[in-house]
């Protein structure tokens, strides 16, 4: 078991990760595959169907292909993604701790407590991101209500100010959405820790968020300058994976061959495969890091670890009232002679 713990800088966390990754890539990529194996599935159906509409002239239909494909599989999506989360953050903490890890026990390991794994989730993202969703729920219908009149062909009805209107509307909610990013992202850290709280210690969802809000306390600067330098990497990951149908997306007005929509997807799979695991390995390990600095877990492990764990305190026996003499049993004693005169 791993004994050699002690608090370290955003430098060495960064570091250990990496470390971790690379010597176990195989097992974080693996648990990440799942979840990537199913999107891809998903987005292959989900291109295999619009084509197979297009051939058969239903155009119009085939639009409306994205939309029902995100309500029939955002179910899906959720679940194998919570799960690879999940499973992802235990192996980490197994691997953290010097312990055997696999795929399969990973996943093993959460299945009896995905529901409370997926209920925390949605607990936190809601709190997170409720505020920009009903922002950009509120524009989606100006855009519905107004567009006839602001985007209508001139002369066939169009409002000249209805255009004004939507884009002072627009501008209205792109300076609204400023403060609801600040506070998903505040929020969003004082949440970090809940998942690796909740897996390691077997925590509800509720107790885990407080537990996260506590032990987040001191490090969420960190953990978000961590965050942005995984997103950096991600983003410039994507972008140099998919500059090649970028590309070729803009020689055909936007509408790539279903072959290279397919191409897209198996690339797709790769890079989710690569990328997903970083984030969730780094906050377990600002995690473990948290309760070294406040809770002395590295003297509490290193004493489990040499057999010095002490055991906790017997009892006391209760103390056991004593019944007064029954009056069936009392015996009379005679009073006896002093010697002295009365």
């Known amino acids: 078991m791993e004994t050699n713990l002690r608090p370290l800088s955003l430098a060495e966390i960064l570091d250990r990760t990496a470390q ?3 010597t176990n890539f195989v097992l974080f990529a693996g648990i990440a595959a799942v979840y990537a194996g199913v999107l891809l599935v998903l987005n292959l159906l989900q291109i295999g169907v619009a084509e197979l509409l297009r051939e058969r002239h239903m155009a119009q239909q085939a639009t409306l292909v994205p939309v029902y494909a995100l ?3 955002l179910p899906l999506i959720v679940i194998f993604s919570g799960a690879a989360m999940a499973a992802n953050n235990r192996a980490v903490a197994w691997v953290n701790m ?3 890890a696999t795929i399969r026990g990973a996943y093993r390991s959460i299945l009896p407590r995905l529901g409370s794994y997926l209920w925390l989730m949605t607990i936190a993202s809601f709190i997170c991101y409720l505020p920009l969703a009903l922002i950009f729920g509120a524009l989606f219908l100006t855009l519905i209500v107004f567009s006839k009149g602001a985007f ?4 066939a009805g169009a409002d000249p100010y209805a255009g004004m209107l939507v884009g002072l509307i627009a501008l209205g909610i792109f300076f609204i959405c400023i403060p609801a990013t600040i506070y998903a992202v505040v929020m969003a850290l004082r949440y970090s820790l809940a998942v690796p709280a909740c897996v390691v210690e077997t ?3 509720r107790p885990a968020l407080r537990r996260s809000i506590e032990l ?3 490090s969420r600067g960190r953990i978000f300058v961590m965050g942005l330098l995984i997103a950096v990497i991600q983003i410039g990951l994507v972008l140099f994976t998919q500059i090649v149908f970028i590309v070729m997306a803009f020689k055909h007005q936007g509408q790539l061959p279903a072959w290279a929509q397919a191409a897209q997807q198996v690339v797709g799979f790769f890079t989710n495969t690569f990328i997903g695991p970083m984030y969730a390995t780094g906050l377990t390990l600002f995690y473990y890091d948290q309760r070294i600095r406040k809770e002395g877990f590295d003297i509490q492990w290193m004493m489990r670890a040499a057999g010095m764990t002490p055991l906790p305190p017997e009892p006391e026996p209760a103390a056991v009232p004593l019944a007064p003499p ?7 004693i005679e009073p006896q002679d002093s010697g002295k005169p009365e």
């Open 20 to 22: 971790l990754y690379r």
């Open 71 to 73: 309500v029939l599989t």
């Open 98 to 100: 010097g312990e055997p």
């Open 152 to 155: 209508a062909h001139p002369g």
């Open 203 to 205: 925590l509800k969802a």
């Open 216 to 218: 987040s306390k001191g």
């Open 326 to 332: 029954s009056s069936e049993y009392a015996v009379w």
